[in-house]
């Protein structure tokens, strides 16, 4: 299928590009970021080698549907989608920490927890947890954002110590955060789900907090299907999620955790598919609407065309 793996486009008044792990980022007149959606898929911050198909057009069209249904909570970053794969918004001022809130004990927070800690960013849990059991109240569990190499977990007190984010704004962050999760759990029960933990990334525009990048995706968040968790629970059985978990744990049980000398597993044609369509069945399940597939055509040329078309009207 034809795949948007990376592009390198060149647009009138384009000040800086960017490419991260997923997402190639272009500034124009250091105003406005258009940001593309690849099909580029990373996991413990590696990015591996095949692209998976329409997983751009997935990320982009959740965050874009949840980033509306959540406005009224705090503003964001976004102008237009003038394309499947394609944002357009604001230039902000990120934050140097992201804000992860986990209303269950899954992935990276099992893991530490399995492993003896009964403490994870500040964050103190009880003894005699399961791995995916619901935590008493949601934990937020920040992390460092990292330009290269692994985000690290960090407490509140070690940001606030540090200086990251002062304290008046890292309390206004922590409540848009806990806001945020209760309506995204809120719009995932509508649909049969339970939006297990999340992260959101904050900026300033203006001097106003905004809520930037994606929300809601399975790249940031996890889901399990509500009607299975208790009997799966209970019968000490893994959970069925939607999420990037399983791409995770495909990697881990062929010795691959992104650590030095470690090779990425061959990703064939049955495994890439396999991850395209878990990405498409979240994309129907949380959104209720029937994914639509690219109609064929060159894919770079279209996106190229539908950002020059944007950037037009939003700079005249």
Not at 25 to 48: E, G, Q
Not at 53 to 82: H, S
Not at 92 to 120: D, T
Request: hydrophobic share 35%; glycine share 6%; net charge negative.
């Amino acid at each position: 299928m034809n795949t948007l793996k990376e592009t390198n486009f060149n647009f009138e008044d384009q000040t800086a590009f960017y490419r991260g792990k997923v997402r190639d980022v272009y500034t124009i007149a250091n105003k406005y970021l258009a940001m593309v959606a690849t099909d580029r898929i990373s996991a413990f911050d590696v990015v591996l080698p095949r692209a998976i198909p329409c997983k751009g057009q997935v990320l982009n069209q959740i965050a874009a549907k949840f980033l509306k249904a959540t406005q009224d909570i705090v503003p964001n970053w976004v102008i237009d989608v003038p394309d499947p794969c394609v944002t357009i918004g604001h230039l902000c001022q990120p934050f140097k920490v992201e804000m992860v809130i986990r209303g269950y004990l899954s992935g990276h927070a099992w893991r530490e927890y399995n492993a003896g800690k009964r403490q994870i960013c500040g964050e103190a849990l009880p003894d005699g947890l399961h791995e995916d059991d619901r935590l008493p109240e949601p934990i937020i569990t920040p992390t460092t954002k990292a330009a290269v190499g692994h985000d690290e977990d960090i407490s509140r007190a070690d940001i606030l110590k540090q200086g990251i984010v002062s304290e008046a704004d890292y309390l206004q962050l922590e409540a848009y955060t806990k806001a945020l999760f209760s309506r995204g759990t809120s719009l995932a029960a509508e649909r049969g789900l339970i939006l297990v933990d999340t992260k959101y990334e904050f900026g300033k525009l203006d001097g106003e907090i905004v809520l930037i990048d994606e929300i809601h995706t399975p790249d940031s968040s996890r889901y399990f299907y509500a009607d299975s968790y208790d009997m799966l629970q209970k019968e000490s059985k893994p959970q069925r999620q939607l999420s990037k978990e399983f791409v995770r744990k495909w990697l881990i049980e062929n010795g691959f955790q992104g650590k030095d000398g470690q090779e990425v597993p061959e990703m064939t044609n049955e495994i890439v598919s396999s991850i395209s369509e878990r990405y498409i069945e979240l994309f129907e399940h949380i959104t209720g609407e029937q994914f639509i597939y690219p109609d064929g055509a060159d894919r770079l040329e279209q996106v190229s065309s539908h950002i020059t078309t944007a950037l037009l009207e939003i700079t005249n």
